[in-house]
């Protein structure tokens, strides 16, 4: 099989489905077509038809895979959980009925972190109460996607949320079973976090399942981070550059999933404002040209 590239809605600008500035679900697969690509990720479920018929004809048509999905929803709030639950089981029913692999589960953003994205040595941490049960909602939804529907589960760091830091991966890698729970490696999270990918994947290769590529521009971070830009504001500065422009080594993390024989897919998401002065479509296909410039096929 080899390195796959795909791309994912959020590069369209999609994070919520019932955001009313989303570009068509028609309009992104053929983009992502057009650009391409032959795989991408469902986005967040409800954003793309549920009827497994619809969405596989319309995947046949522009001779795309269905990567696999994320779960963004607020695992740090016990008071979500229903929501939590309810999006997991779409989004794991969906893959099922499309035969993708790899089920992605997001902390999504806090209050009580959002001010903080990019700066670890300030940010609130939960209280050991707090992080247990937390803990325990992504083993639950863990476990039902790896055991119920046969997912490859991963936990995906992300800026602003309760999963974040590197200090916080490596926690909840530690203490959880890695049978069940896998890494997403999200290379422009990690260093929007203040963390190196490659110098990561030295010591936890055997444990990624997936990669999402993105890159960071080092004067947005700066600019962001010392300001205490919110997330979404941030991705609206364009804290996400194209591939290849920031300052994450791509190079180096196509040598180490080399080394490490890692074959499937490797997904490039460039999160940005779905109404920004961006070019979602010409970003896809800059993206994937410098992939290909550099190895990946």
């Not at 650009?35 to 619809?54: Q, R, S």
Request: net charge negative; proline share 5%; hydrophobic share 40%.
């Amino acid at each position: 099989m080899g390195i796959r590239i795909g791309n994912a809605p959020c590069s369209w600008g999609v994070e919520f489905a019932d955001d009313a500035r989303n570009p068509s679900w028609e309009s992104v697969l053929d983009q992502c077509a057009a650009a391409g690509y032959k795989g991408i990720e469902l986005g967040p479920i409800g954003y793309m038809p549920e009827d497994p018929a619809v969405l596989k004809d319309a995947l046949v048509k522009r001779d795309l895979e269905l990567v696999g999905g994320v779960v963004f929803r607020p695992f740090h709030d016990p008071k979500a959980w229903e929501d939590v639950w309810d999006g997991a089981k779409r989004t794991c029913e969906a893959l099922k009925a499309h035969d993708a692999e790899h089920l992605v589960l997001i902390d999504s953003i806090s209050p009580r972190r959002a001010p903080t994205a990019g700066r670890a040595s300030e940010a609130e941490q939960m209280d050991l109460q707090e992080w247990t049960a937390f803990k325990e909602r992504i083993m639950t939804v863990a476990r039902m996607g790896a055991e119920e529907y046969g997912l490859t589960v991963g936990i995906h760091a992300h800026a602003a949320g309760f999963m974040d830091f590197e200090s916080e991966l490596e926690r909840l890698l530690a203490e959880t079973d890695p049978e069940l729970l896998k890494i997403c490696l999200d290379t422009g999270h990690s260093t929007y976090a203040g963390f190196d990918p490659v110098a990561f994947m030295d010591r936890h290769m055997d444990r990624i399942s997936y990669m999402h590529f993105k890159d960071t521009s080092a004067s947005v971070k700066a600019e962001v981070t010392t300001n205490r830009i919110g997330f979404y504001d941030a991705c609206a500065q364009g804290i996400f550059c194209n591939l290849g422009e920031g300052e994450v080594n791509f190079p180096a993390v196509l040598e180490k999933l080399r080394q490490a024989g890692f074959e499937g897919w490797c997904t490039v998401e460039q999160d940005c404002d779905p109404q920004g002065d961006t070019s979602p479509i010409d970003d896809a296909k800059h993206n994937r040209n410098y992939l290909e410039s550099i190895g990946f096929h």
